[in-house]
Nanobody
Framework: QLRLVESGGGLVQPGGSLKLSCTAS????????IGWFRQAPGKKREGVSCIHMRDLRTSYADSVKERFITSRGSTENTVYLQMNGLKPEDAAVYYC?????????????????WGQGTNVTVAS
């Protein structure tokens, strides 16, 4: 069974950067699309990005384009989310999730495997 674990969250000032990691175990990520989602208190879960692990094609929410970059790590079972120019509205719990590809993104219901989330706080 595929298991995902996020890390790298924390407190950052507006305009700062954070790099989140999603590490998988139990299966290779080669055959998956890995999405990043976020959920702020009182808000719906929002799709942030997705990377198709076979061809490395990426998709991004309009709200994070030009600021966030998702990439595959040097080890085959790690995916990163580099977040730059963070804004207070980016604060949320960030989750990585796996689906067979990214065709369902940004709809979270199609993603079958989820990590436990990592908290990102953006405040001065």
């Amino acid at each position: 069974q595929l298991r995902l674990v996020e890390s790298g969250g924390g407190l950052v000032q507006p305009g700062g950067s954070l790099k989140l990691s999603c590490t998988a175990s139990g299966a290779s990520l080669d055959n998956y699309g890995i999405g990043w989602f976020r959920q702020a208190p009182g808000k719906k879960r929002e799709g942030v990005s997705c990377i198709h692990m076979r061809d490395l094609r990426t998709s991004y929410a309009d709200s994070v384009k030009e600021r966030f970059i998702t990439s595959r790590g040097s080890t085959e079972n790690t995916v990163y989310l580099q977040m730059n120019g963070l804004k207070p509205e980016d604060a949320a719990v960030y989750y990585c999730a796996a689906d067979w590809d990214c065709s369902g993104f940004p709809v979270s219901l199609t993603f079958a495997f989820w990590g436990q989330g990592t908290n990102v706080t953006v405040a001065s």
